[in-house]
């Protein structure tokens, strides 16, 4: 079963949903959610469930943008690195929130379990590697990851990780057994279809073009009709637009392209034996094996919208420089989506004034994410669950216009370069560390057939005392816009 042609304007059941509704006659609802992506219809989805009347509005057609693009990895956790998470909120409220997200990837596997997601060939484990040798750092995560947070997880050493994936790009890494990966495009469609069963009515080419979020009942205008509910959930991403266009800056567009090789027979087998999803710590690649021997992988990012087609090289070179024993692959196919980057890197998910929620900003790991934070809204409206509160320390902050596009196109590649060497370096020393173990095992021999003693050096990787280690580079913190100098220049 081909888990990559399904198209993304398809239901899973092949149905086109070019004949989809239109919303062209004034409704009230209880819930309006604007966006049907995987956030919008989550809401929708957990809010039908629990017996609200649900209208989804969606100006494109179901998983448009980034929900219908993505690879489909499903793991614990936020965008946020866990020790920034801690630092920022505590260990206690870092914990829960992390529980929470755990919650949301169980979601998604019960839902893409129900007979409704045909072909949607989930599969085992995920692996999270390091550019650089990072053995420390790695048993730490690895301690904080399973004692404090109660997730499991395997510490791979390097040895480990090269048999696995034959490259010498990558060195230590955190294995996730648990985590696991779905057809991303069939999930958003089958999530459709479970949202529409539940009896929640989704509207496409039915942009939103204004709201009026005051009062009880509040008021909603498309082109061709208006909408009254007591809630309005926006999950427009980075596109909500003129309804709120202050929220839409709070988010940093990131455009993510991926591609998908032509089958490449034994020879992937003999590079790759791992089978679930490969991402590397920079956030960089990220890739899996899928239709057994197509390789799909994600990796350029601008801040700018481009059409995937021209990434096409730009992946298959970096699929080159990884694993340059595969020789020359072809791509059969690219696609890509925006994801909304938040700056403190944690999802936007709450109430904004009464009856008007959001739930965006989920970046490059929407899948556990936006399920979490379906679940938490729906149950907020109608079980006073406030369990959203959680997520007040991450308030919304501009994410600098035009003018924080370009400064986030330069960090991302300045930190995709600063990655890059980190990476050369620790190559550098890995091969010099071996050089240096063959010129010791030599000199002790020549020691041995002298009868001499052999010389005392150094231990090796060390640097002398006193030296300072060497530190990778990071970004300068982002400037507040609101308080800085205004255009962060
Ligand atoms: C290439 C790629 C690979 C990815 N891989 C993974 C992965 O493996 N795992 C993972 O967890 N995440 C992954 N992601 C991230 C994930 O796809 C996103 O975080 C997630 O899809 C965001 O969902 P969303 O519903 O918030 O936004 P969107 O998918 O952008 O949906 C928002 C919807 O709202 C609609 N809309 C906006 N404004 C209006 C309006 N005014 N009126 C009506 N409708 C409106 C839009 O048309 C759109 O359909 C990936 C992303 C990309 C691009």
């Not at 791979?156 to 230590?172: G, S």
């Not at 694993?323 to 980057?341: D, H, R, S, Y």
């Not at 320390?393 to 400064?407: C, D, K, N, Q, S």
Request: charged content about 25%; glycine content about 12%.
């Amino acid at each position: 079963m081909s888990e990559i042609f399904t198209s993304a304007s398809k239901e899973p059941d092949g149905t086109d949903p070019s004949g989809h509704q239109r919303l062209s006659f004034d409704l009230d609802a209880d819930i309006c959610v604007v966006g049907a992506g995987l956030a919008g219809l989550t809401v929708a989805l957990e809010a039908a469930r629990l017996g609200a009347s649900v209208a989804v509005l969606e100006g494109r057609h179901v998983g448009w943008n980034a929900s219908g693009h993505q690879l489909g990895t499903v793991m614990p956790g936020f965008g946020l690195p866990i020790g920034e998470l801690i630092a920022r909120i505590g260990l206690e409220d870092a914990r829960e929130l992390w529980s929470l997200s755990r919650q949301g990837a169980e979601y998604v596997r019960t839902n893409a379990s129900e007979p409704s997601f045909p072909g949607i060939a989930l599969s085992e484990g995920a692996l999270e590697v390091s550019n650089v040798d990072a053995g420390e750092t790695l048993i730490s995560r690895l301690q904080t990851l399973s004692e404090d947070f109660e997730t499991e997880v395997e510490g791979w050493q390097v040895d480990r990780v090269r048999d696995e994936l034959k490259t010498d790009r990558y060195f230590h890494g955190v294995y996730y057994p648990k985590a696991f990966q779905v057809d991303g495009r069939k999930y958003v469609h089958g999530l459709a279809a479970l949202a529409r069963r539940a009896g929640a009515r989704i509207f496409e080419d039915t942009p939103v073009v204004s709201i009026d979020p005051s009062g009880i009942r509040k008021r909603i205008v498309t082109p061709s009709a208006r909408l009254r509910a007591s809630h309005i959930v926006l999950a427009g991403n980075i596109h909500l637009g003129a309804p709120l266009r202050r929220l839409s800056e709070t988010l940093l567009p990131v455009w993510r392209y991926a591609a998908v090789t032509a089958p490449l027979g034994e020879r992937l087998a003999e590079t790759i034996s791992f089978r679930g999803s490969v991402t590397d710590s920079d956030g960089i690649d990220h890739f899996r094996i899928v239709d057994g021997d197509r390789l799909m992988w994600a990796s350029p990012e601008t801040t700018w919208g481009a059409r995937p087609q021209r990434f096409a090289g730009a992946i298959a070179r970096r699929i080159r420089t990884i694993f340059p024993q595969l020789g020359k692959v072809e791509i059969a196919e690219t696609w890509g989506g925006a994801v909304g980057q938040t700056v403190h890197g944690m999802p936007q998910i709450g109430q904004l004034r009464k009856g008007l929620w959001v739930t965006s900003g989920f970046g490059r790991q929407g899948l556990n994410t936006s399920a979490m934070a379906g679940q938490l809204i729906a149950r907020s409206i109608l079980w006073g669950d406030e369990r959203w509160r959680l997520f007040s320390p991450f308030e919304l902050v501009w994410a600098g216009g035009a003018t924080g596009r370009v400064a986030g196109q330069v960090i991302g590649l300045w930190e995709r370069g600063s990655s890059a060497a980190a990476g050369a370096l620790a190559r550098h020393r890995e091969k010099a560390r071996l050089r240096e173990r063959i010129a010791e095992a030599r000199r002790i021999e020549a020691n041995r057939l002298a009868g001499t003693r052999p010389q005392s050096r150094p231990p090796s990787g060390r640097p002398p005392p006193g030296r300072p280690r060497p530190q990778r580079p990071r970004p300068a913190a982002p400037v507040d816009p609101v308080e800085g100098d205004g255009d962060g220049t």
